[in-house]
DNA sequence: TATAAATGTTAGAGTAGTCTAACAAATTTT
DNA sequence: AAAATTTGTTAGACTACTCTAACATTTATA
């Protein structure tokens, strides 16, 4: 069992490799930054991580998980995510507090917990970020979240969060006849002001740039496999 | 902010305490042994909780917490018992388990988590084991916890709680009319097998020793304030 | 390609919490 | 009340994690 401090250290390493999926591997003054530790620090933590074999370091080099590595940061990512879905949809917490205490219920140790918690909140895919939960196999869809003002003319996408939680704001998300899940179809992008023309359900709005940027959505989701070496070859 | 392992010697300190109302303070091998620390490790601590005025403490002398003290016990045994009662109620884990996973849990670190938890458990007054769940205000009934097994003949309690969760068990507590809440009698119990009598809604069943052992039950509740200063003299 | 800049490591030290071993005080027994 | 037992404390050491300061390696730049 990891402490507490492990385990962030996994995590950062995994969210840093998936900010950034073209890199081969995160360097130590970036993980020190990201875990707001001082290089010296990482070094040695990096160390005790490869001993338990959870990281592939090497003096001087590149930093990657190893895929027991991967396997125990996804299992962490999924724990803060359920736990942001639960303060939000159970505890009403909003979209902006719901990570802080996340980032201490997800050390909790308990599989039942977890697994049990999935299901109170009925497997849900995205947290109230919009980003993808890693399903209970370790399997973690790296979705192309981003807010609908990005969405480009003519694409599909479909609705997983919102981003401010004022009564105003999610009044006039179901006046325009949006929800979780809807499927949104951007059929023009006014140049000049960003004004979205989108369709839901058939039905044909216009949107302010400033309402889009508070809509979160995903575009085409893919899977990622936990590791590479379930491919054969 | 105090840390985990504070935490746990003032909640320790306030356990030890409720369990022997009489006594006058604790002993650091008593609370070093409920700790399952060393007695060094314990005077190290208390020395540190003395410098923090949460405990009352001086070399050879008695242990015990100052108001200050006992108040943030008390949040820790809330939280607690809280957090089993959702584990319970919303997660289905079965009455033994709560307790390992509640103890990990305790230690979260957010008021508005607490506040929320509460009201969406609807403001329990009492967790799986019959223990009584302190309020928002730092108030701490002291219960008689008993098991229905254990209440005189003539006496009446209120069932608050089951130790068995096995099906059959709960398909029986149905059928004899009980529930959580309800109001019991104990009309008469035979002194060669100890078979109660008890009377629920108006309605007379017959109860074995060995059903009456698995329902908890409070007699006369008794309010506690967290402190004694509060009392006029 | 030599030098400067950026990046990463080592050594030594500090804090929190734990331990063991030796000692000191309080309590119980005779 | 003296001795024996129990209880509690001190001193020194260990682990996990962190830091600063000095040094080493790699990369970028002139």
Redesign the pocket.
């Known amino acids: 069992m ?5 385990e ?2 996994l995590k950062s390493l995994l969210q840093i490799t998936l900010e950034n999926e073209e890199k081969n591997g ?7 930054a990201h ?14 991580l490869k001993s338990k074999k959870l990281v592939d ?7 990657s998980l190893t895929v027991a590595g991967r396997k125990y940061a996804v299992e962490i990512i999924r724990k803060h995510r359920l736990w942001e879905t639960f303060l939000y949809k159970k505890l009403s917490f909003t979209w902006d507090e719901v990570h802080e205490v996340a980032e201490q219920l997800e050390h909790i140790q308990s599989q039942k917990l977890i697994d049990r918690l999935d299901e109170f909140l009925e497997y849900p895919e995205f947290d109230p970020h919009g980003d993808t939960i890693p399903t209970a196999k370790g399997e973690l869809k790296i979705s192309f979240k981003k807010t609908l003002a990005e969405v480009a003319d003519g694409q599909s996408c479909k609705m997983v969060a919102v981003k401010d939680n004022s009564a105003d704001f999610l009044k006039y998300v179901v006046k325009v006849g949006l929800g979780i899940n809807n499927n949104i179809k951007v059929l023009s992008k006014e140049s000049y002001d960003s004004l979205l023309t989108i369709e839901v359900n058939g039905v044909v709005s216009s949107v302010s740039q400033k309402f889009a940027q508070n809509i979160f959505v995903v575009c085409p989701p893919d899977t990622m496999k936990p590791t590479s070496k379930t491919k054969k070859r």
Chains 1, 2 share one sequence.
């Open positions: 990891l402490s507490f401090t492990e962030n250290y995160a360097g130590t003054n970036e993980l020190a875990l707001k530790v001082k290089p010296a620090t990482a070094t040695d933590m990096l160390k005790k370091y090497k003096k001087y080099g590149k930093i």
